[in-house]
């Protein structure tokens, strides 16, 4: 109750977190995410970034004004005065090649940002499946708690009608006190989860509101998925895309490297003045001599050609890490899905059945407390691994969402 007072104490010291909505569903939160999320909106400032880059890509340096007088001190003005405008230029194909280059990378940048989204948005469902678990965990603890005082209360009755000892009394108040322990747990269990899906929506910390409603629940909905769905994609996502666009931009670069022994070119015009009355207007075309035995021509063309090998290597390296994640995602699912439905389709309602009848042989005479403790344990754990089954069943089915292109969780109705 403290945690719950000290919260609203917090959201009333935060006006703007007005901004939140008092119901929080998945959609909304996917919303929020992939509209505020840091991340997503570092990477789009890094696209401004490289097209900034690109502009500079052309090779074209800023023209150089001089200005020049001679013979000065020779008995006139002066002999020979002149203004002299400079600009220089690269070779066409450095140019072409470095914005090559630069498009790849923005291409590459591109395909980061899709794998961003997808991968926020898959945080986000994993951080609300925690919240929906732990929200059913206390359900569960508070159903304990329910159940152990109406259970107290049959135990007193039957000490007060001479069936039994006080020893069940007490049993039944140990019991009582560590279930509220438990359910004070899973409260703390909850507040945390929370804490996290809004890191993982990157929700502003003054929005961050302790009477936010999730209304979602955790269902099982049957999903088949052939392995081979999965695996068909591969080629096909955000992650390979950019490895394979950086392996071509690293190819444009050593090509760069190379066309940097090309001669850069350098325009000079120039008016000018040889003494009164004599006005000219005069230009000079010059070009660099690069010189390839230089030690800076063959450090460049051996740094790009290692950097293209270093990009190869990772493209190798991110097709065996992609095709790993996937198959671990579809065994996952396959084992969570085959465990879900054992619970859901016999274990609870059996449980639940052997539960209400030892209740009633209890207040019979015919059942034990000792037994009738145990099967309530029983139940509420089965309970509990359904829902931990449920959990791991949903998370598997977030995992294989971006290798199969398509939702297949909290889908809209």
Same mark, same amino acid.
């Given at each position: 109750? +403290? ?15 007005? $901004? ?12 929020? /995410? ?16 490289? &097209? ?13 004004? @001089? ?29 072409? =090649?470095?914005?090559? /280059? ?19 948005? /898959?945080?986000?469902?994993?951080? @609300? ?20 005082? %109406? ?14 000892? *006080? ?36 929700? *502003? ?30 080629? %096909? ?36 003045? @040889? ?9 000079? $075309? ?10 800076? @021509? ?9 950097? !293209? ?5 990772? +493209? ?22 085959? $465990? ?7 274990? &609870? ?12 042989? !209890? ?22 691994? =359904?829902?931990?089954?449920? &959990?791991?069943? !949903?998370?598997? +089915? $977030?995992? +294989? ?13």
């Amino acid at each position: 109750m +403290l945690v719950w007072l000290l919260g609203l104490g917090l959201l009333l010291g935060h006006p703007g977190a007005s $901004i939140t909505p008092d119901t929080l569903d998945i959609q909304a939160a996917l919303k929020l /995410a992939l509209t505020h999320h840091p991340q997503l909106l570092a990477l789009r400032a890094q696209q401004e970034a490289l &097209r900034g880059r690109k502009l500079q890509a052309y090779g074209i340096e800023n023209p150089q004004l @001089y200005f020049l007088r001679e013979g000065i001190g020779s008995g006139q003005s002066f002999a020979e005065q002149r203004w002299i405008l400079v600009q220089r230029f690269d070779f066409p194909l450095v140019t072409y =090649y470095r914005l090559q /280059a630069r498009h790849l990378e923005f291409q590459a940048l591109e395909a980061e940002l899709e794998a961003m989204t997808i991968r926020i948005r /898959a945080g986000v469902k994993q951080a @609300y499946t925690e919240v929906l678990y732990a929200q059913e965990l206390v359900h569960l603890r508070e159903e304990e708690v329910a159940l152990l005082e %109406q259970l107290q209360k049959a135990a007193r009755a039957r000490m007060a009608a001479g069936l039994a000892t *006080d020893l069940e009394v007490v049993r039944t108040e140990i019991q009582l006190a560590d279930a509220r322990s438990r359910l004070e747990a899973a409260q703390r269990d909850l507040l945390q989860t929370r804490y996290a899906l809004f890191r993982a929506i990157g929700l *502003d910390p003054k929005a961050q509101r302790y009477d936010i409603v999730f209304p979602d629940t955790l269902v099982y909905v049957p999903v088949v998925i052939p392995q081979e769905e999965v695996l068909a994609r591969l080629n %096909q996502l955000p992650e390979l895309h950019r490895q394979q666009v950086q392996v071509q931009a690293a190819r444009a670069a050593i090509r760069q490297a190379r066309a940097s022994l090309l001669p850069q070119l350098q325009v000079d015009i120039y008016p000018q003045n @040889y003494g009164d009355g004599y006005r000219f207007v005069g230009f000079q $075309i010059g070009f660099s001599l690069p010189l390839a035995f230089l030690p800076g @021509y063959r450090g460049r063309v051996r740094e790009a050609r290692a950097l !293209y090998e270093v990009r190869r290597w990772e +493209l190798a390296d991110l097709q065996l890490q992609l095709k790993q994640q996937a198959e671990q995602a579809w065994h996952g699912y396959e084992t969570a899905r085959i $465990i879900v439905e054992r619970y859901a389709r016999q274990v &609870r309602e059996r449980s639940h059945e052997l539960l209400v009848r030892l209740q009633q042989g !209890y207040r019979l005479g015919e059942v034990s407390l000792i037994e009738l403790l145990d099967a309530q344990r029983l139940v509420l754990e089965s309970e509990q691994r =359904y829902y931990e089954a449920l &959990r791991d069943y !949903y998370r598997q +089915l $977030i995992a +294989l969402e971006p290798f199969l292109g398509r939702e297949l969780t909290f889908l809209k109705e």
